[in-house]
């Protein structure tokens, strides 16, 4: 039979799940779908407005050049002022730039919009995580942020179809395929960002849709864990910038971010080379998406039930170094998709395990500052991946080298996590023997005094 702390957990849990996650995933299922969008406009923009590969990898990277500029002061803001009312702003602008780029007509423009796209929306992602560990206790969080991150990999899986079909539309309005893709799925996140002013609350203690014990049972659980994580790490902001561990997750994302951004911003060229249509394009680039969003769920769930955060996250990363290297090498097409489908298999399903492990390693205002730093700094292998990737294909004119440049960012970030879990044991294990050695030295010290 349940006891009351169990039942109370059950049904509140229960009731912030079905409250948040759906619409913070709708939210981030916008946000990534106009993220990558732009790698299906490039299947025509790019010969429209006559845009090289190095030059498309290089402008589809500087997105997060302004993400990386405006994360940490973004974050700092949202802080201060809320999610409900700070979301709303980040959606509003980064919907109305991303419907902008359809105004796209030659390198420098291009260049230009996707840099104000990434200063737009610097923020949302590690604003909704900071926010999260406001609402889900530690030993949820990782099932919590596999079902919102599950969004991006739907995102693809839905909006590639969507994508390929509006591209089809060409000169509707007077509009290229491209042009319209971008103004119609620039739309939604204006909409959302307004439906955030009515739908988000921003701690438990407002949520007047829970009952009031249910409010202060949540309120308690979060502040004692806040607590905890204080006592052990601190909550002064500098602290986040002088912890290894900080610049340690740093790295372990970059990998997979790298790696994760290109793959997501040439997938739909890489099958376009396979010789299928436009549409076609569309429809079996939604394949790898769907073993991605399965196995974001299953893993985050896995991680969960096992406690383990750090190897979690490092098998991930091997699986995509392996899904990559062998679609480099493969020539045949089926085996190539099988192979992409395995390289997003393991580069989505590492985010849930990662995202816990990082959003438990800080607390209080150095919480804030640094998911953001990790996920600012990190950010940035969106900007190398995909640069990397496009010069070695504008270089050799094959995709071959351009892959196994891709499978050295998660294998990276996979070593550097079991490294990081290593050092995390090796501590634990030097504070035990500490411990024990101080509770030795005072036995002794009462022997000597008892004499």
Known sequence: METKPEQMERETLGKVGRRLLPFLSLLFFVAYLDRVNVGFAAVTMNADVNISAAAYGFGAGLFFLGYFLFEVPSNILLARYGARVWMTRIMLTWGAISAGMAFVHDEWTFY???????????????????????????????????????????????????????????????????????????????????????????????????????????????????????????????RAFVDIRLWGLTLVLFGFIGGMIGFSLWLPQIVKGLGLSVLETGLVTAIPYVFAAAGMVYWGRHSDRTGDRAWHTALSGLLACVGLAAAALTTSAPLTLVMLSVAALGLFSGAPPFWSWASSTFSGAAGAVGIALVNSFGNLGGFFGPTIFGWLKSTTGSFTYSLLALAAFPFAAALIAIALDFGSRREQSLALARSAQAKADKLVQRKGASL
């Open 112 to 238: 230009a919009l996707r840099f104000a796209l990434g200063l737009a929306e610097a923020g949302f992602f590690p604003g909704i995580i900071y926010y999260m560990t406001s609402w889900f206790p530690r030993s949820y969080r990782g099932r919590a942020v596999a079902w919102f991150m599950v969004a991006a990999p739907l995102s693809s899986l839905l909006g590639a179809p969507v994508s390929g079909w509006l591209m089809t539309f060409d000169g509707l309005f007077g509009l290229k395929g491209w042009q319209l893709l971008f103004v119609v799925e620039g739309l939604p996140a204006m909409v959302l960002g307004l439906a955030c002013l009515f739908f988000l609350t921003d701690r438990p203690r407002n949520a007047r849709w829970l009952e009031q014990a249910e409010r202060e049972w949540l309120e308690s659980v979060i502040e004692q864990e806040k607590a905890e994580q204080a006592r052990q790490h601190g909550t002064e902001v500098w």
